[in-house]
């Protein structure tokens, strides 16, 4: 049972399979995820990992599940913080619903362990992320403090 | 953007209720409440909650997620981010450009 979790929504107007494409591919997160890039088969068990822009890992794990267009299931551990990293593997899933016109998407970071500072220094980026990436896809522009990496990070 | 303004009505409908913005501070408090939880403390019937709590998710500020035979209610805070960016982030650069041509012509003053 998780005991930290933070939950996130958002109804993108697009289709599954582009907003699938934009959570893993490059062209696409380095528009709205601070110009990182993931490094994945994207396949069950594959590893993998968050790269920021001057090469180094934010970020790695593993594939748990994956159902494209549907859903994904990712094992996070934050390699950039010691204290962070040594809470070990934090739960990250995407669910992606077709709603009408919209994709419902519903992102879930969870980890078994009670006040987690993982899960808690994320809260606040994911919002952000989620309003660039949907701000991409429905207007064609991110959200212009997504597109670089942070200063000083 | 029919869709996109009817989404916004419905956020702003659901913080103009002072009940409902305190269930929300509840949830910031600690996230992943029950509504037996939710309820404690609180000066309102399990049925006002219910109701505060059901305009709340239509309008994606709180999302539930069932564990086990628990439904865990969650903030959801992308909708007030939207919201934000929408308008304050626009505002922020404006506000950012005002003050640096402000600050040009002062320090162009004191050269000249």
Known sequence: ?153 | MAAMSADVDLVFKALAAPERRLLLDRLRARNGQTLGELCAHLEMTRQAVTKHLRVLEKASLVVCIWQGREKLHYLNPVPIHEIGEKWIGKYERGRLRALSELKKKLEENENG
């Open chain 1, 1 to 153: 049972m998780a005991e930290s979790r933070f939950v996130y929504v958002t109804f993108i107007r697009t289709t599954p399979e582009k907003l699938w494409r934009a959570l893993m591919e490059p062209e696409f997160t380095r528009r709205y995820w601070h110009d990182t890039v993931q490094e994945c088969e994207w396949k069950p068990g594959a590893a993998w990992r968050i790269v920021k822009p001057d090469g180094s890992t934010a970020d790695s794990g593993e594939v748990v599940e994956i159902e494209p267009y549907k859903r994904l299931v990712l094992k996070w551990q934050n390699h950039m913080f010691p204290e962070m990293t040594a809470e070990g593997f934090s739960r990250l899933t995407y669910e992606l619903e077709e709603k009408g016109d919209s994709v419902k998407l519903t992102v879930t970071h969870e980890m078994d362990r009670k006040d987690s500072k993982l899960i808690s220094a994320v809260s606040g980026g994911w919002p952000q992320i989620l309003s660039s990436l949907k701000s991409l896809l429905e207007t064609g522009e991110s959200l212009e403090s997504t597109r670089t990496w942070p200063k000083g990070m």
